[in-house]
């Protein structure tokens, strides 16, 4: 059974950081790009940040930019984010995702429909 698993999730104060961790089960990402989405009640999910299969190449949304940080450790099959300077409006459910199509070695694609695999979401909460 394939599964992606985040974890990290928590409260924090605003300006405060948290390290989401996503690991994948059941087969390899590592050839894949990963991303990571969020969201909130009453809202769409949205894109947060993206990554090619060896790292070379991320995008990010404009709303995390400078102050998020995602990575991967291919030996792990696991992709993280790093969160730093969290603000109140950063507060969501996070999901990772794999997408399994290969477009290119720099492929980090942003749409959440091209994604194929999904975790179960990992809260985070940010007060003010």
């Known amino acids: 059974q394939v599964q992606l698993v985040e974890s990290g999730g928590g409260s924090v104060q605003a300006g405060g950081s948290l390290r989401l961790s996503c690991v994948g089960s059941?087969?390899?990402?590592?050839?894949?790009?990963m991303g990571w989405f969020r969201q909130s009640p009453g809202k769409d999910r949205e894109f947060v940040a993206a990554?090619?299969?060896?790292?070379?190449?991320?995008n990010y949304a404009d709303s995390v930019k400078g102050r998020f940080t995602m990575s991967r450790d291919n030996a792990k099959n696991t992709v993280y984010l790093e969160m730093n300077n969290l603000k109140p409006e950063d507060t969501a459910v996070y999901y990772c995702a794999a997408e399994l199509d290969y477009n290119g070695p720099y492929y980090a694609p942003i749409e959440a429909s091209v994604y194929d695999y999904w975790g179960q979401g990992t809260q985070v909460t940010v007060s003010s």
């Open positions: 059941g087969r390899t990402f590592a050839s894949h790009a």
């Open positions: 990554i090619n299969w060896n790292g070379a190449n991320t």
